[in-house]
């Protein structure tokens, strides 16, 4: 039981599940519309690109629950360091957090009033009802894309800054983010 909490060295199961599938899922989206720029539509970008908007929706819910987990869990998860890069840490963090919902809350508020109905999976979520909603729809035509290249670049950068704990820091922090016993 206790290793589903996140404790003082380390996240827990659920933390852990929630960050990798995401991260996986965001990966697709990523590679999906990023080879969609580079070669147009061809059947193997339509391969990635026709889930974009189910998985994003599932990227919607499950940043909704890792939320709700992440406040739950405040007062136990690793703390962050005292002065300038625990503070960025936490910034970065937070941004992070910023990313994840705007950019698919954006879109599906662009799904819902665009008026042709919306339904990840087959799952009905917005009727199809004919009726554009412009003010619903512009937010996401002029951010939704734009703004998720900015969260890819805050990735790279939370990426890099593993990296750089991991092999210049050499503090393992990495480990938080690993089942126990990895390192
Ligand atoms: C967190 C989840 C999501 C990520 C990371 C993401 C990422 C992206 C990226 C990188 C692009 C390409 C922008 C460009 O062409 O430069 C894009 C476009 C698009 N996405 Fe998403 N997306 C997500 C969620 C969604 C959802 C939930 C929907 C629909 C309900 C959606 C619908 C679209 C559409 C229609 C486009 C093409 C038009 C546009 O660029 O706005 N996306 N998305
Ligand atoms: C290869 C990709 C990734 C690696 C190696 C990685 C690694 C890590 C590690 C080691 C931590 C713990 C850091 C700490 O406690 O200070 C962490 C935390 C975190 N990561 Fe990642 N990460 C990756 C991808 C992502 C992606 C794609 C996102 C979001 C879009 C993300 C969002 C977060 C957030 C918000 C935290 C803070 C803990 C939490 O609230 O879940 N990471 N990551």
Known sequence: MTGLLDNAQRYGFVTRALHWLMAAIFLWQFVGMGLRLALGRTPLVGFFVSSHGALGAVLFVL???????????RNRRPAYEHGLLGLLAKAGHLGLYALMVIVPGLALLRAWGSGRGFQPFGIPVFPATGEQI?????PANALHGVL????????????FMVLVHQFIFRDNVASRMLPAGQR
């Open 63 to 73: 940043v909704a629950i890792r939320i709700l987990w992440g406040l739950l869990n």
């Open 134 to 138: 412009a003010w619903a729809t512009a």
């Open 148 to 159: 998720a290249w900015v969260l890819l670049v805050l990735i790279a950068g939370h990426v």
